[in-house]
């Protein structure tokens, strides 16, 4: 293999005899028109520049495939990658690439084998002049040599051990471990386990991950959304799109079928504000039933929390002496955010709490309790629903999560009495913690926070 990647990628003598071949030489054979098919298999695909979808970060190369004389099969060869990848500009490096493409083709067309040595040829072939020299058509394998070739284990060999489906997703998500929240391998890993069960029930001779093509990607999405919503879809395209796309960064596919797949459209969840009366009727419930809850709730309501960043908080997160408080939140891992008076007068003495315990747990402030965010998050949605909703006959739109949009919507109305709308959103950015006025535009507009003066005068007569 060595001396064919010679021929094909090296700037020498051999490239100036070879890119002589007049060109009528490969043209006046049907049997090499690649895009047609042959009565008898060929030998070798037509070869292929992979260009990472035009991204100079990723390794460019030409890449195909040659029966392997041993097992019959057509076997992917090494990508050919030479100095393309040295060029910063992809007019460079898809010069380099054809160039390297051209001079492969022709080699396979003169008979060049991959799994020889074929400097011996090469010299014969230059001793009697490329032009006299005959193209070899696609021989078939003789019938004998195919069918002994009947042994499984000898089928696998011809598979790279760090391509085989299982193990290429494993080693994904060993390494997501590193760069991901427990929360996001965790779906990550509940898609890939339903993906190999797929495989292995609907695809079981595909054995490679560069066998993945968008067809099965598809069929199995299809059968998430015969028992699942298109939310469901998506999030499984999504996981299974990240982990796919490590795999073609690791060069161990060309490229990332679950890209191809499109996006289901799903119905946003709502969240709808509290009217004032609404608002009373909860805070004056829960004072009575639940103050735990209502505490809760009031971190999301007074404090601009979300209620997943609430179940995050523990003891040591809150400092009464600065007033404010640390926790992870969606768009950065640690964000410090002031806590009003208005929240601080309602909370419990922390001095005797442990500091490395949970705030909010089912049994009290501070104690220990041993489970994972989404069930955290969980157990108040459900302990909110049983308490509030289903007791006070609450829509399905009515949500922990509102009460967050409903204090934000007071605030912004009761900022823009006095302020433009420009000072109003600004302060208010410091408080919401959206990272952008475009964000926070859009957030305000979704919830209808912002809106008109009676315009009634503009419609009489």
Known sequence: ?????????????????????????????????????LPNKKNFTDPKIYTGNTNLDKRWYVYFSFRNPETGKL???????????????KSDRLA????????????????????????????????KGFENVPLQKAEKLPKKETRRISNPELKEKKVNPESLIERAFQEVLDRKKKRVSDVTIKGYTYSVNQFIAFMKEQFPKTKSVDEINKRMAQKFL?????????????????????????????DLANSNPFLSVKKMKTKPEMHKTYSPEKLEKVFDHLKENDPELLLFIKFVSYGFLRPIEACRLKVGDIDLKNKVVRFKAK?????????????????????KLNDGNWFFTPNGYGREWEAEETNRRDHFSKRFKYEVKNKLKLGSDFTIYSFRHTFITKLYRELRKN???????????????????DALNKYLRDIDAELPEDYSDYLKD
Request: overall charge negative; hydrophobic content about 35%.
């Open 331 to 351: 768009n950065k891992n640690h964000k410090t955010q002031l806590l009003p008076e208005i929240l601080l007068d309602e909370l419990p003495d922390l001095s």
């Open 75 to 89: 076997q992917r060869m090494k990508n050919i990658y030479g100095d393309a990848n040295r060029y910063t500009t």
């Open 96 to 127: 380099v690439l054809s160039r390297y493409r051209s001079r492969l083709l022709k080699l396979l067309r003169l008979g060049f084998n991959p799994f020889t040595d074929n400097l011996e040829l090469f010299l014969e072939m230059k001793k």
């Open 419 to 437: 302020q433009t709308p420009f000072e109003a959103k600004s302060y208010l950015m410091q408080i919401t913690g959206h990272q952008t006025m």
């Open 222 to 250: 299809n059968t998430i959304l015969e028992t699942k919503s298109s939310r469901t879809y998506n999030n499984a395209r999504t996981n299974l799109s990240a982990v796919m796309q490590d795999i073609v960064d690791n």
């Open 1 to 37: 293999m060595h001396s064919f990647l010679e021929f094909i990628i090296f700037e020498n003598a051999h490239e100036h005899v070879l890119e002589h071949v007049p060109e009528h030489v490969f043209a006046h054979e049907v049997d090499f028109n690649l895009s047609r098919p």
